[in-house]
């Protein structure tokens, strides 16, 4: 939707295929980071963004018996840089309204099966067998567990992971949770967390194994109570296993992020494990870069190899940096638990590495040895627009789709 906005803005004739009837939210809630946030605020939608979510300062982690295994202060980067909880259906809210008053056209009941290049375009084909097109541009956006990238790209690689998650969002009337990211570890098996989202509600979230899709709530509620028992409210919020939603992740590798007059945005091109809860924002991120490449560039093949180049880095390190991780908080490694219980929090409070795990945490690293500084404002600095009247000279009328 982000892209769609953005390129419609920018005079291209757009069209959104939507595979439900309607189109609506899934998930519970999820962390903006500065640099989702300033991709919002390109959109016109970060003050709205903001009034709906919950101020996020920094991250709290402990194991059960109270150790801490991660502190960590966006105030290491700038006092004013902060992460904002959101319920995944505000996001979605916004982000679909900003659609609606685009020029972009939006078809729903539309799922996209298949993609056949013609020459320099391409046609998709829907579930009914409808063919739509021709598009000088089709972007690919249908998540980690994408049916289109296998088809279109045999070589890419995408593993489920072995542990995926359990998120339902809870009232905390009295705002007991407020201003953090809090999370609770017991081991590499167990991993509870509590993210605000504004509006005196938390999404809650619980780890375990990608082959369980539910839990039996008695033994869930003893568990939780026993692993975090100042988070008894909220454990008693969840109504029932119905109350959940689960989801999966995979580790996604592509050779390349477009083919042709094809590309690949979001976790379709490079999901990862929720660990570093950066899938929004980078999603967020290729949007903004592939308008911003599509109106720099007279060619469309330079301006997707412009946009590979620019989001890349930054990709590829995030990819990386998940996987990498992901093992010392769910696994079944009782080496790796106790290396992050014994270390991490030592490192959170040394001033190289706390620098580092923070820039991890907002976003803003784009490789193993660098970093995007936030502005004088504490925000993240987006690529900035080309000249005034650049964007619309060159378009020309391209469509996308």
Known sequence: MATASLLADDRHRVTVFERFAQARPLGAGLLLQPTGLAVLRELGLG????????????????????????????????????????????????????LTRSSAKLVTSAEIIAIEQDGPCAHVEDHTGSSHGPFDLVVVADGAHSNLRGRLMPEAAAPLYPWGCLWATVDDPTGAFD????????????????????????????????????????TWRREAAALWPDAKRLIDGVE????????????????????????????????????????????????????????????????????????????????????????????RSRLLGWLRDAF????????????M???????????????????EDGRYPLQPAPPSGRASARSGGRSAG
Do not use: K
């Open 357 to 375: 795990m923070v820039e991890i945490l907002a976003g803003t690293r784009r490789g193993w040895l660098g970093a995007v500084r936030l502005d």
């Open 344 to 355: 991490m929090g030592t490192a959170c409070r040394l001033p190289l590495t706390s620098t």
């Open 179 to 218: 201003g953090l990211l809090h999370q609770r570890f017991r081991g590499t098996t167990t991993m509870m967390g509590v993210l605000p989202v504004g509006g005196g509600r938390a999404t809650l979230f619980w780890s375990l194994p990608a082959s369980q899709e539910t839990v039996d709530m008695p």
């Open 47 to 98: 003050e709205a963004a903001l009034a709906a979510g919950g101020r996020i300062d920094g991250v709290d982690g402990r194991t059960a018996r109270g150790r801490r295994v991660l502190d960590l202060s966006y105030r290491t980067l700038h006092p004013a840089a902060f992460g904002l909880g959101i319920h995944r259906g505000t996001l979605f809210e916004l982000l679909h309204g900003r």
């Open 240 to 331: 029932s296993a119905a109350s959940f939603a689960h989801a999966t992740y995979r580790h996604v590798w592509l050779p390349g992020w477009s083919d042709g007059p094809v590309v690949f945005l979001g976790d379709a091109a490079h999901g990862t494990s929720p660990q570093l809860g950066q899938g929004a924002n980078l999603a967020l991120l290729d949007a903004q870069a592939l308008a911003r490449a599509v109106a720099e560039e007279v060619r469309l093949g330079d301006a997707l190899a412009r946009f590979q180049q620019r989001r890349q880095p930054n990709g590829r390190f995030y990819l990386q940096a998940s996987h990498l991780l992901t093992p010392f908080y769910q696994s």
